[in-house]
C-alpha cells in the first residue's frame, strides 16, 4: 500500500504510524471468515480477484474467507464434473440428455456458504462461486454465444436484494468471455423454494411452467448456457432450459457451482 491517495489531507500520515494505526484497527475489528464467522487472517489470498472485482464492481472487495474453509472446497475430478440435468430422468422429456456441468460438490465450505448468500445476503459469496465458475469454464473451452441466469420471482429478489444466479452468472461472462443475456428467462409466477420439497416429482411439479423467454432476447439458433447456483433434482434448470429450446435455441448447456449428486455422467459439451 503506497497511501499517496491522503497526501494533502487531514489524514496525512507517515507510513510508520500508518501501519501501526491498521495494526490497532486490525485488532480492533479483527477480518472475520464470510463462512464459518471465525477470526480470519488477513493474508491476501485472492491477489487476481481482488483487481478483477475493483475493476468490475469499483469498490474494494470486502470477501475475506479463513483458510480452513479455503481448503474444504475441492472440486470434483475433470472427468466427473458433467452430469445429466435430470437426476431422474422422465418419459417424454423433450430435452433427454441435457447436459449439467458443475464442478464443485456440495461439501465443506460450499454446503456453508450457499445458507449465507441465501439467508446471511453474502452477495460477495455467490460473486467469489461466480469467479471461480467461470476460470473453470474458460479453463475447460466450454464455449457459447449467450449465458443466462436462472431468474427469482421479483418477490424473493425483493426479499433478498439479489439474485444468486446473476450474480454468478455475470462474473461466469466476464471470465469467460460469453455475453450474458439477463432477461432472456423470465420468471412467470413464484414457486416455493425447491430446497423445502424433499419429493423428486413434487420438485418436478412446482417449477412447471415456471419461466418464460424474454422479448428483449432471439436465441434463435444460438448455443445457450443457463446458470443457477445449486442443482439437486435439476429440475429448475430443465424447466429453464425447456423454454430455451422451444424458444429456438439449438444447444442448451446447463450450469451449477455445485451439488449433490452420485455420478451420472452426461455427454460433454
Ligand atoms: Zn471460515
Request: proline fraction near 5%; glycine fraction near 8%.
Amino acid at each position: 500500500m503506497t497511501g499517496t491517495r491522503h497526501e494533502n489531507s487531514v489524514y496525512s500520515l507517515s507510513e510508520s504510524i500508518r501501519q501501526a494505526y491498521k495494526g490497532a484497527v486490525d485488532l480492533i475489528l479483527p477480518y472475520k471468515c464470510a463462512v464459518c464467522g471465525s477470526v480470519s487472517d488477513t493474508d491476501e489470498r485472492f491477489g487476481e480477484y481482488s483487481r478483477l472485482y475493483e475493476e468490475l464492481y469499483g469498490v474494494r472487495s470486502g470477501l475475506h474467507i479463513c483458510g480452513k474453509c479455503l481448503s474444504s472446497l475441492n472440486p470434483l475430478e475433470e472427468s466427473k464434473r458433467w452430469f445429466l440435468c435430470l437426476s431422474n430422468p422422465v418419459e417424454n422429456d423433450p430435452c433427454p440428455g441435457l447436459p449439467l456441468y458443475m464442478p464443485f460438490p456440495y461439501r465443506g465450505l460450499v454446503e456453508k456458504a450457499v445458507p449465507e448468500i441465501k439467508f446471511g445476503k453474502k452477495i460477495e459469496l455467490a460473486r467469489l462461486f461466480g469467479a471461480i465458475l467461470g476460470s473453470y469454464i474458460f479453463s475447460e473451452g466450454i464455449r457459447a454465444d449467450l449465458i443466462v441466469p436462472v431468474p427469482l420471482s421479483e418477490e424473493r429478489l425483493a426479499e433478498r436484494g439479489f439474485n444468486q444466479a446473476y450474480e454468478i452468472a455475470f462474473l461466469v461472462s466476464k471470465i469467460a468471455g460469453i455475453p450474458l443475456a439477463d432477461g432472456c428467462l423470465i420468471r412467470t409466477r413464484d414457486t416455493r423454494r425447491q430446497s423445502e420439497i424433499k419429493d423428486i416429482n413434487r420438485r418436478a411439479v412446482n417449477v412447471r411452467g415456471a419461466f418464460d423467454a424474454g422479448s428483449n432476447w432471439d436465441v434463435e439458433g444460438l448455443t445457450v448456457i443457463v446458470v443457477d447456483d445449486v442443482a439437486t433434482t435439476g429440475a429448475t434448470l430443465h424447466e429453464a432450459a425447456k423454454v430455451l429450446y422451444k424458444a429456438g435455441a439449438a444447444k442448451v448447456l446447463c450450469i451449477a457451482f455445485a451439488g449433490n449428486r452420485t455420478l451420472k455422467n452426461a455427454e460433454p459439451f
